[in-house]
């Protein structure tokens, strides 16, 4: 795998749906061997979206091409870590779209493959490149906030007609329902910012849709130190909401929206001061949208070029899915793909 590093990174998407096309979006200028789908049309449609590149539905044809160097996968849950899998052990490197599996074990699997074909994976966890969220990054990397306490993360959406009827609500296409879907950006974002969980509660459930998982789930994460990480995602929420506080004994930082129904992407730093009272307040909007894709992507090619362990990766994404499993045990909901 070394010789990626002498010459241009040639890439396969696999799954030609909205993310599939945000992710080749994501590669212009790069080169795109195949866009590869089960339905034919769709593979052949997102094609035409780049020079050269060529339609597919049999991915494992695809992973036979020894020119095939990085691997984006972009399927449904159930699906991810199958192809994820076999791309791996085909010595490709791997970009799977978050959850990467639907439980823990499925991603284990993949990172003892990965140890024996030296293939990288990382997951994708692409909140962590908003603008408002590497500004966070780098104000608490600087001591802006001097030690961190607590964080506090809300993120949800109303779902739409029909919504209890598409695949996120089959456990066994989705793994799970608004926890495996939205919440694992926010327990992924709380793990980045506070480190690795050490106790983990809480409860999901299901208040309002017609379906067999959940629509909400409320979250109490701790670490070793005792801070603390308190999540609540929703699809109930009517209003698509994105809410990120962190608390810092000096000073806090508030993240409003992601931009689109979410609302202007913000960052409000509230700094405390000698006298405390009224803080300092200093506010960042980022009305132009995110890079997030495009920059994922760009980490990822130093990752592979520079034989950089990727992060977030498998480690990062195990330890979310673990979360989400001990969620769902507590809440007696099934965790898919488990002795199936």
Same mark, same amino acid.
């Given at each position: 795998?070394?010789?990626?590093?002498?010459?241009?990174?040639?890439?396969?998407?696999?799954?030609?749906?909205?993310?599939?096309?945000?992710?080749?979006?994501?590669?212009?200028?790069?080169?795109?061997?195949?866009?590869?789908?089960?339905?034919?049309?769709?593979?052949? $449609? &997102? @094609?035409?979206?780049?020079? #050269?590149?060529? =339609?597919a539905t049999d991915y494992r044809a695809v992973l036979a091409d020894k020119s095939v160097d990085v691997v984006v996968v972009a399927t449904l849950n159930a699906s991810l870590a199958t192809i994820a899998l076999d791309a791996v052990r085909a010595g490709k490197h791997v970009l799977a779209e978050k959850p990467g599996a639907?439980?823990?074990?499925?991603?284990?699997?993949?990172?003892?493959a990965a140890d024996k074909t030296g293939a990288k994976v990382r997951l994708g966890y692409n909140h962590r490149y908003h603008p408002a969220l590497q500004k966070a990054r780098a104000l608490i990397d600087a001591g802006a906030l001097g030690p961190l306490m607590f964080l506090r993360?809300?993120?949800?959406?109303?779902?739409?007609?029909?919504?209890d009827r598409e695949w996120r609500a089959d456990p066994q296409l989705s793994g799970g329902g608004e926890l495996i879907?939205?919440?694992?950006?926010?327990? $992924? &974002? @709380?793990?980045?910012?506070? #480190?690795?969980? =050490?106790?983990?509660?809480?409860?999901?459930?299901?208040?309002?849709?017609?379906?067999?998982?959940?629509?909400?789930?409320?979250?109490?994460?701790?670490?070793?130190?005792?801070?603390?990480?308190?999540?609540?995602v929703s699809c109930t929420e009517w209003k698509n909401l994105f809410s990120l506080e962190i608390y810092g004994r000096d000073a806090k930082i508030a993240i409003d929206g992601l931009g689109g129904s979410y609302g202007t992407e913000r960052l409000t730093f509230y700094k405390m001061l000698p006298q405390m009272g009224p803080p300092e307040t200093t506010a960042f909007e980022y009305p132009?949208?995110?890079?997030?894709?495009?920059?994922?992507?760009?980490?990822?090619?130093?990752?592979?070029?520079?034989?950089?362990?990727?992060?977030p990766g498998l480690r990062e994404g195990i330890r979310t899915l673990e979360i989400v499993e001990a969620i769902y045990r507590r809440s007696g909901f099934p965790i898919s793909g488990v002795n199936a």
């Amino acid at each position: 795998m070394s010789a990626t590093a002498e010459r241009p990174l040639n890439f396969a998407v696999i799954g030609c749906g909205l993310i599939g096309r945000k992710r080749v979006a994501s590669l212009k200028g790069e080169s795109i061997l195949y866009a590869c789908d089960l339905d034919a049309a769709r593979a052949a $449609d &997102l @094609a035409k979206a780049a020079p #050269g590149c060529r =339609a597919a539905t049999d991915y494992r044809a695809v992973l036979a091409d020894k020119s095939v160097d990085v691997v984006v996968v972009a399927t449904l849950n159930a699906s991810l870590a199958t192809i994820a899998l076999d791309a791996v052990r085909a010595g490709k490197h791997v970009l799977a779209e978050k959850p990467g599996a639907l439980n823990a074990a499925q991603l284990r699997e993949i990172a003892a493959a990965a140890d024996k074909t030296g293939a990288k994976v990382r997951l994708g966890y692409n909140h962590r490149y908003h603008p408002a969220l590497q500004k966070a990054r780098a104000l608490i990397d600087a001591g802006a906030l001097g030690p961190l306490m607590f964080l506090r993360g809300r993120y949800g959406h109303g779902g739409r007609k029909g919504y209890d009827r598409e695949w996120r609500a089959d456990p066994q296409l989705s793994g799970g329902g608004e926890l495996i879907d939205q919440g694992v950006h926010l327990i $992924d &974002l @709380a793990q980045w910012f506070l #480190g690795d969980f =050490a106790t983990v509660d809480g409860h999901a459930a299901t208040y309002f849709w017609d379906m067999p998982v959940d629509d909400n789930a409320f979250l109490s994460l701790r670490t070793a130190a005792g801070q603390t990480a308190w999540l609540h995602v929703s699809c109930t929420e009517w209003k698509n909401l994105f809410s990120l506080e962190i608390y810092g004994r000096d000073a806090k930082i508030a993240i409003d929206g992601l931009g689109g129904s979410y609302g202007t992407e913000r960052l409000t730093f509230y700094k405390m001061l000698p006298q405390m009272g009224p803080p300092e307040t200093t506010a960042f909007e980022y009305p132009r949208g995110d890079d997030s894709w495009a920059m994922e992507m760009r980490e990822f090619m130093v990752d592979i070029r520079q034989n950089r362990t990727p992060s977030p990766g498998l480690r990062e994404g195990i330890r979310t899915l673990e979360i989400v499993e001990a969620i769902y045990r507590r809440s007696g909901f099934p965790i898919s793909g488990v002795n199936a």
